[in-house]
């Protein structure tokens, strides 16, 4: 490593956290992470001119409050084909009472149960939520819960890290997937996932060191790709601040599209965004060399936590720097449909609903709490 830029990062990073609040600590683990480790990594790669993508943001946004938690941050949302919503909370702080509930009447109820949310520091985390990242409602009915087991963001949980597929017509676990040490190992920090039940394919960014985690569904074979690749390491000539914060995260948001062709994913502090055709990545024999070369560099739009695909291939993600919300077209056009500085307070993770609407979970990082952490809803 590259001690020196890792000297400089850590003692700046120092003076940063001795002027922030205590209780925002455990947020800033994961930003440090990322700075350690984008530090020691160039991409060498000029950036595309693709200002003829960008917008300027005039629509008025009609953003819909549906949930709000008084208490506890969340980051993930997901809605059911029948509407059902369901919220994750990752365990951030000390304070820490449920890891995934369903919103019924307005208020959290632990999903699928109580056992499941019911874990304590010094527990077995096997059968437990210990630290989840992300929830995904797919096609056929089940709900994705990915459980990164980072507590506070640190290393991985006594192996904890996991992927569970919940049915939700019976709430029951239908699998439990675990990955080996060479896959997710305790320095990684899985956080998005996107599901390809048509070939039986899910998705993952892993943000701490970089890198698409790709899990056959069917056999629960794992393989690590694109690990220390460019694409998936935050531009350092980007210079990403959000409320006087300079922050370098890596790999995050993930999107696939509705024919399951193209897998688009970017790092979270800088408005590059790249794509892979899936077929590639389904196939594990397929070198890490052609991998390299199959990533397309789409050139510069925002920056964004989360993004997802609609029936139409329309992308949708966050701007955190403009506390919008963009669509960028399957021609790479780029519009801001939703602008506010008020409610989109780190728009994070997204569903779209079967009545057509785009649901936002705002996380607040980076923000000083703002009760209740909300989710909105805006008509597409």
């Not at 089940?142 to 939700?168: H, M, R, S, T």
């Not at 039986?200 to 069917?218: C, H, P």
């Not at 601040?241 to 696939?256: P, Q």
Request: contains cysteine; aromatic residues 10%; glycine residues 6%.
């Amino acid at each position: 490593m590259c001690q020196d830029g890792i000297m400089i990062i850590r003692h700046n990073f120092i003076k940063f956290a001795a002027s922030t609040n205590a209780e925002h600590m455990p947020k800033l683990n994961l930003l440090v992470l990322g700075i350690f480790l984008a530090a020691c990594n160039n991409s060498g790669q000029s950036n595309k001119n693709t200002t003829d993508t960008v917008a300027t943001a005039s629509a008025v946004p009609q953003l819909e409050e549906v949930f709000g938690d008084n208490e506890y941050q969340l980051t993930g949302v997901a809605v059911a084909k029948d509407g059902r919503l369901f919220a994750n909370y990752p365990y951030w702080a000390e304070k820490h009472a449920y890891s995934v509930v369903e919103v019924v009447n307005g208020k959290p109820v632990p999903y699928p149960d109580t056992t499941w949310n019911s874990f304590k520091k010094g527990d077995d985390g096997q059968n437990k939520f210990v630290c989840v990242q992300s929830v995904v409602a797919d096609d056929q009915g089940f709900l994705w819960v990915v459980d990164a087991a980072g507590i506070n963001l640190g290393p991985v949980y006594q192996g904890a890290n996991k992927v569970l597929k919940i049915n939700l017509a019976t709430n029951q676990i239908d699998r439990i997937y675990h990955f080996p040490e060479t896959v997710a190992g305790k320095d990684s920090y899985l956080n998005d996932i996107r599901i390809d039940n048509v070939n039986g394919f899910a998705y993952m960014t892993t943000s701490t060191n970089g890198g698409i985690v790709v899990l056959n569904i069917k056999t629960g074979e794992s393989r690590l790709v694109l690990h220390d690749h460019y694409s998936v390491k935050a531009d350092q000539h980007y210079h990403f601040e959000k409320n006087g914060r300079t922050m370098i995260v890596n790999s995050d948001g993930i999107a696939l599209t509705p024919d399951q062709q193209w897998l688009y994913y970017k790092p979270l502090t800088d408005n590059k965004l790249y794509r892979i055709n899936a077929s590639l990545l389904r196939n594990f024999k397929t070198s890490m060399r052609t991998l390299q070369d199959s990533v397309q560099d789409l050139g510069r739009f925002v920056t964004t936590d989360g993004m997802i695909c609609d029936n139409a291939g329309n992308l949708y993600m966050g701007d955190l720097e403009k506390n919008a919300i963009v669509k960028i077209t399957p021609d790479l056009q780029m519009h801001y449909i939703a602008q506010d500085k008020t409610k989109l307070l780190w728009p994070d993770s997204y569903s779209i609903s079967a009545d057509g609407y785009l649901y936002i979970s705002c996380s607040q990082i980076t923000y000083p709490p703002v009760m209740p952490y909300k989710i909105f809803r805006l008509k597409l």
